[in-house]
């Protein structure tokens, strides 16, 4: 498992690292530029408006149904005969939903249009995820990872046409980009609707009350704990544009920031992705057999755990360091009060990505109570701290929330894990880890000293950060060819 484990990380990286930076660093950003913080910060607060209610239209669904296809593929053509008319009450109901908190939040006009497209694109996007969930349940991660950058490619095409390509002085509205989405997500769709249908091999659409019910039950925790999490990765913009004089300004302040944040937070996110069937695989096995859960997937958590703060420590670090910089090197305006931003959100990179292994744990061990729990509080206090620091700092007092929020609930589900599943990180792992982040921020503090540009810099700093690890023990010829040749090895 944890040669798949690396070899289909290593594919989803290469394709995700090659396509979704550039899009966000480069298409998304360029809308940005063209159209002003402040248009583009009231696109933000929309967009975050719908990914706050976008679990109406999931349900929890597709996360149960990555882990139920991955130890039921045989069921797949029964499953989505059942859920796809689940779902299309569900698009109806965030539809009403989305469009009425909008109305009652003070959008209108021009707002409420691009709301109403935005709605239109999140309910494509949550189909293209379930359908992606089915094919990463029936072990096709080829074919998953394909999918996950079909879009963007579409978008990149499109967008940076309108933004480079065409000879019109019309200047770029943001309604291009949303309408550009609408295209991409569509084809994307059927796309993977094609896949799906030929790996379930027939599939009749149906209405079935009993089964629907049994569904949204199931997923209902998986809805709670996506909505709980979605609270505090997002609300941020939305409170920021609505609770401020010159909101869509500081929410695009904030954007700016957020932006870079997002471009790592996804290697995160499609590792999470791949960790979901493989630990559910896992845990079915291990139930099976009758043996202890922590025999079975400790190297799996292991080996993530090692790859994440190797690589989520040299983006913090750097990014941190190099903040103002890097907001130059995008950016024209507003960089002095963004930089501040990147740094606390870069900051939560390590806390996230930690959650990505560990949530992704207990998500797969069906611990949703405890998850809904920790979310719950995570929300709570994300809201609190926003409501007392936004007023006070601005775009910079969300940031501040979010680090704080995302270092406590990383601490949480760390400690779930160890009292659920008898999994823990060694102390001697993590006594490497700051041992090597310490020799981290030496390595950025000489490379700044050094007057280089931002690119040679990085350099330097990559080949430090490459020798430290090696030096440090967090990575190693031995340890990744251990997980290759499948002999797990219990070194930290």
């Not at 930076?21 to 696109?43: E, H, K, N, R």
């Not at 620091?389 to 949480?412: C, D, K, Y």
């Amino acid at each position: 498992m944890q040669r798949s484990f690396l070899l289909n990380l290593a594919l989803l990286l290469v394709l995700n690292l090659l396509v979704k930076p550039f899009y966000i660093l480069g298409i998304d950003a360029g809308v940005q530029d063209a159209v002003g913080s402040a248009a583009y910060g009231t696109y933000a607060a929309l967009l975050s408006l719908g990914f706050l209610l976008n679990i109406i239209l999931d349900l929890g669904m597709t996360n149960h149904n990555t882990r139920h296809m991955a130890q039921h593929t045989h069921l797949m053509g029964k499953t989505l005969s059942g859920a796809l008319g689940v779902r299309f009450l569900l698009v109806l109901l965030y539809a009403l939903i989305t469009a009425i908190t909008g109305f009652v939040l003070g959008f209108r006009g021009a707002q409420m249009a691009v709301l109403g497209w935005i709605i239109f694109n999140q309910a494509l996007v949550a189909t293209i995820l379930y359908l992606r969930s089915n094919i990463a349940g029936a072990q096709r991660y080829k074919q998953d990872s394909l999918l996950s950058v079909l879009d963007r490619v579409l978008l990149i095409g499109m967008v940076g046409w309108l933004l480079w390509g065409r000879s019109s002085d019309v200047p770029f509205r943001i309604e291009w980009f949303v309408w550009a989405q609408t295209i991409a997500y569509g084809v994307t769709a059927l796309v993977a609707l094609v896949m799906v249908l030929r790996i379930a091999e027939g599939v009749r659409l149906a209405w079935q009350p009993a089964f629907a019910w049994v569904v949204v039950k199931q997923s209902f925790p998986y809805a709670l704990l996506i909505l709980l999490m979605t609270f505090y990765y997002r609300i941020d913009t939305l409170m920021l544009e609505r609770m401020l004089p010159d909101g869509d300004l500081q929410a695009g302040i904030y954007a700016q920031g957020f932006r870079f944040f997002e471009a790592f937070n996804m290697l995160g996110y499609l590792m999470a992705g791949l960790l979901l069937p493989m630990f559910s695989r896992l845990l079915a096995e291990a139930k099976k057999s009758g043996t202890a859960a922590a025999v079975d997937i400790q190297p799996l958590v292991l080996l993530a755990m090692r790859l994440v703060l190797t690589g989520a420590l040299a983006v913090a670090v750097f990014g941190i360091a190099n903040a103002q910089g890097i907001m130059d090197l995008r950016y024209s305006e507003n960089t002095t009060l963004s930089a501040p931003v990147f740094a606390l959100l870069i900051g939560c990179f390590v806390a996230v990505c930690t959650t990505y292994v560990f949530g992704t744990l207990l998500t797969a061990g069906g611990n949703l109570k405890y998850l809904n729990w920790m979310a719950a509080c995570g929300a709570l206090l994300n809201i609190a701290l926003n409501l007392v620091l936004i007023p006070r700092m601005q775009a910079e007092g969300a940031a501040w929330a979010s680090l704080i929020t995302q270092l406590v609930t990383a601490l949480a589900q760390i400690g779930l894990a160890a009292s659920l599943y008898a999994v823990r990180v060694p102390n001697s792992l993590w006594i490497r880890s700051a041992i090597y982040a310490a020799g981290l921020g030496g390595t950025a503090f000489l490379a700044y000293r050094s007057g280089l540009g931002l690119l040679p810099q990085l350099l330097v700093f990559a080949g430090g950060a490459l020798i430290l690890s090696v030096a440090t023990g967090m990575l190693g010829r031995k340890v990744l060819q251990e997980a290759v040749l499948l002999r797990p090895g219990t070194r930290a």
